[in-house]
């Protein structure tokens, strides 16, 4: 079964999906059993030489998001930094199994000092763990993790902060998440043609195979090419706020369009030319509340807490005209009352091929998922 949404054929999939997502029925959430990340962090051991008083909890935590891997149907967490956490590994939900997992892909660096260089690494040359706000992003035509800029980094360093880091997730799969492997690579520096803002967005356009970058603090919207390293400014949009969170529809006009929501404001983002639109909508004013695309209903999803979601529907100009936001009560097992106090970001995500969404709001709790 497939719709048509303007020009691009989308289809529809999720008998396809396994079966405990199958089962599930219009808006009913299920809880995933085993996915905590808790259960597979860092050994004590691993941890042996870090400064006391680092936790774990604080991948989730502290300011952080996360990216979705569209080739293998998963969640990638990675956060930390600051003053809360040390640790720079990686985690993966990995959602297209008969029985879904979390899995620790790499582990972390065991010296986690300052090596004078500049760049925001550790003194193994892998990147030093941070928040991740809603920076960090899958491409999957070169089928990596990238994080396009960072916060301060553990132990309240601030080098490094628009140095672009890249993990192969194909290395990840050759190598069996055998997790000592290194799948790092660092690929340049935003600065040579636009601010990084820690604070800003990052989505991958599916229309164009680029990277958007939309910079809360400057207002810059600039482009990032996997697959060459280049970087682009298309445009200065004003600034956004703080804490924006957002998504790419890429069956609209000619390129597709950005929406994203802040603390001050809603925005929405032509991205053949980078004009801001005037949609007739005032944002509720949602905090880093997840805001997460959905092309089988051409709408946007976002959720701050209990058992109701958000539904923002695209309008036949999303620059212009009126988006209806509606709320949407889901059955079954219950969401969690609030989020994080510092914020969902990417935690919650729409998943391709089965028509729901994921959800990661606690370190030691287990994941959901919703079937829409």
Not at 109 to 117: L, Q
Not at 169 to 184: F, I, P, S, T, V
Not at 330 to 339: D, E, F, H, I, W
């Amino acid at each position: 079964m497939s719709i048509l949404s303007n020009s691009f054929d989308i289809s529809i999939i999720s008998s396809a999906a396994p079966a405990w997502f199958t089962a599930l029925g219009t808006n009913e959430v299920t809880q995933l059993t085993n996915t905590t990340i808790q259960a597979v962090e860092p050994t004590t051991a691993m941890k042996s030489a870090w400064p006391s008083g680092t936790l774990t909890k604080y991948v989730v935590e502290a300011w952080c998001g996360a990216a979705f891997d569209t080739t293998r149907t998963a969640m990638i967490i990675f956060g930390g930094g600051h003053g809360d956490y040390a640790g720079n590994e990686i985690y993966l939900l990995e959602l297209n199994k008969a029985t879904p997992t979390m899995t620790r892909i790499t582990d972390p660096s065991p010296n986690v000092g300052d090596p004078g260089t500049g760049i925001g690494a550790y003194p193994d040359g892998l990147p030093g763990s941070s928040h991740s706000y809603d920076w960090p992003v899958y491409a999957p035509n070169t089928d990596e993790l990238i994080r396009m800029t960072s916060s301060t980094i553990y132990q309240n360093r601030t080098d490094g902060g628009d140095v672009i880091w890249r993990y192969n997730m194909a290395q990840a799969d050759a190598d069996k998440y055998q997790r000592a492997l290194n799948g790092w690579s660092r690929t340049g520096t935003l600065s040579t043609a636009i601010n990084g803002d820690n604070r800003g967005s990052v989505a991958y356009n599916s229309r164009d195979g680029l990277v958007y970058l939309l910079n809360s603090g400057t207002g810059d919207i600039g482009t990032y090419n996997p697959l060459t390293g280049a970087i682009t400014k298309l445009a200065d949009v004003g600034t956004l706020g703080t804490y924006v969170v957002g998504d790419i529809s890429p069956d609209w006009s000619t390129n597709g369009f950005y929406a994203a929501q802040s603390t001050t404001g809603f925005w929405v983002i032509d991205l053949s030319n980078g004009v801001v639109g005037t949609p007739g909508f005032t944002s509720p004013g949602f905090d880093r509340d997840p805001f997460t695309y959905d092309p089988v209903n051409n709408a946007f999803w976002s959720w701050s807490g209990g058992n109701t979601l958000f539904r923002y529907d695209v309008p036949a100009n999303p620059l212009t005209d009126t988006w209806n936001r509606t709320s949407v009560a889901t059955n079954g097992v219950a969401l969690p009352a609030s989020p994080q106090g510092n914020g969902t970001y990417g935690r919650m995500r729409y998943i391709p091929g089965f028509h729901g969404l994921a959800l990661v709001n606690d370190w030691a709790v287990n994941a959901y998922a919703v079937r829409l």
